[in-house]
Each structure stands twice: as structure tokens, then as C-alpha cells.
């Protein structure tokens, strides 16, 4: 009887985690919503997964770009895919770049100020002031407006050739004249 029972307990706790073992999506953010997420696999499959009703607290916001790795549960329906569980594995460039940054490598030290919302501010270069920035893939846009002349704007748009946690080194492309390389404050 003793037997009986433990063999009982194992193939309950055997049944309980194969219960408990979720799906899971692993892939780099293409669009998010409020409501859903849409991943791009490494095989190129596109999965969207809701996210109405999720704890934020396990399943956080997201940005495109980030890689990400999703458990998820099948929605009665059959057909809807909802996270439990959102784990960012690699953080997107969007998250990286907002902040301060300094160049001091030249005669004049260059601050720039890069907000969440798309602002953007200059320190150390008297003729330029800038309005916003974006960024697509390696390309960084600042719109820049003369000093001079506020109306008059233009692009400058930089190659990002390195971006982590502490330094931004961008190469001019068009419009802009000199190279920046940026650390952290």
C-alpha cells in the first residue's frame, strides 16, 4: 500500500509539472500595442500574443527591437496566445540611447541630451540647436535648427557605430560634420 501511494505521488507531480510547462516564443519584438505583442522568430514566423489582462510585473512593456523571450498559455478559442510570462533577454537600441552623453575628445566638450519623447538638447556647439532625434536601425536623425535663425531647420543623420550601457560613437552621414563620441553621464 505504501508502494501505491508513492508511486501515486510521483506520477501526480509528474502530471503537475507537464501541466505546468507553458509554451514559449522566443524572438525579437516587431510591434507592440498596449494590448499585444508580435515577435519575428529566428525562422522568420510572426507570432502576436495578447497581452489584455497579463501582470505587468511579469509581463513589462516592450519596445521594437527588443529580443525577447515569451512563455504564453492557448486562450480557450484556440486561437489567441496570451503572455504569462515576458522575459527581455536583449534590450532593443531604444532603451539604450535616452540619457545624457558627453564628448570631451575634442577642444570644446559636446553635451547631449537625448529624451525618452524624442527630444533632443546640445551643449558646446553655440550655432546648432537641436530639436528632436529618432533613430532606424543604425541611422540617427537629429532635426537641428541655426542658432541664427530658428525657422530654418535641417537632418543630420550620424551611422551609429556603437552603442551599449556606457558609450554612443555615431559617424556623420549627411548634413552633419563632425564625428561624436559619446560616454554616459
Same mark, same amino acid.
Given at each position: 500500500?505504501?508502494?501505491?501511494? $508513492?508511486?501515486? *505521488?510521483?506520477?501526480?507531480?509528474?502530471?503537475?509539472?507537464?501541466?505546468?510547462?507553458? /509554451?514559449? !516564443?522566443?524572438?525579437? !519584438?516587431? &510591434? *507592440?500595442?498596449?494590448?499585444? $505583442?508580435? $515577435?519575428?522568430? /529566428?525562422? =522568420?514566423?510572426? !507570432? %502576436?500574443?495578447?497581452?489584455?489582462?497579463?501582470?505587468?510585473?511579469?509581463? /513589462? #512593456?516592450?519596445?521594437?527591437?527588443?529580443?525577447?523571450?515569451?512563455?504564453?498559455?492557448?486562450?480557450? &478559442?484556440?486561437?489567441? +496566445?496570451?503572455?504569462?510570462? @515576458?522575459?527581455?533577454?536583449?534590450? %532593443?537600441?531604444?532603451?539604450?540611447?535616452? #540619457?545624457?552623453?558627453?564628448?570631451?575628445?575634442?577642444?570644446?566638450?559636446?553635451?547631449? $541630451?537625448?529624451?525618452?519623447? =524624442?527630444?533632443?538638447?546640445?551643449?558646446?556647439?553655440?550655432?546648432?540647436?537641436?530639436?528632436?532625434?529618432?533613430?532606424? =536601425?543604425?541611422?540617427? *536623425? +537629429?532635426?537641428?535648427?541655426?542658432? *541664427?535663425?530658428?525657422?530654418?531647420?535641417?537632418?543630420?543623420?550620424? +551611422?551609429?557605430?556603437?552603442? &551599449?550601457? &556606457?558609450? @554612443?560613437?555615431?559617424?556623420?552621414?549627411?548634413?552633419?560634420?563632425? /564625428?561624436? %563620441?559619446?560616454?554616459?553621464?
Amino acid at each position: 500500500m505504501k508502494r501505491f501511494a $508513492v508511486l501515486v *505521488a510521483v506520477l501526480a507531480l509528474i502530471a503537475g509539472c507537464r501541466r505546468n510547462a507553458l /509554451p514559449v !516564443v522566443e524572438g525579437q !519584438v516587431i &510591434d *507592440a500595442t498596449i494590448h499585444s $505583442v508580435t $515577435v519575428e522568430t /529566428p525562422d =522568420g514566423e510572426s !507570432v %502576436s500574443l495578447s497581452t489584455l489582462g497579463t501582470d505587468p510585473m511579469l509581463v /513589462p #512593456g516592450v519596445l521594437p527591437g527588443d529580443v525577447v523571450r515569451i512563455a504564453y498559455e492557448v486562450l480557450p &478559442d484556440g486561437e489567441t +496566445f496570451r503572455a504569462v510570462q @515576458l522575459d527581455i533577454t536583449t534590450p %532593443s537600441a531604444y532603451r539604450l540611447i535616452p #540619457g545624457i552623453w558627453r564628448d570631451c575628445s575634442g577642444p570644446v566638450e559636446v553635451g547631449l $541630451v537625448l529624451a525618452e519623447d =524624442g527630444s533632443a538638447q546640445i551643449t558646446g556647439i553655440e550655432s546648432l540647436t537641436l530639436q528632436d532625434w529618432s533613430l532606424d =536601425g543604425e541611422q540617427l *536623425a +537629429f532635426t537641428a535648427a541655426d542658432a *541664427a535663425d530658428p525657422k530654418s531647420t535641417c537632418t543630420l543623420l550620424y +551611422f551609429v557605430e556603437k552603442l &551599449d550601457a &556606457d558609450s @554612443l560613437v555615431v559617424k556623420p552621414i549627411s548634413g552633419a560634420t563632425l /564625428p561624436l %563620441s559619446l560616454a554616459r553621464q
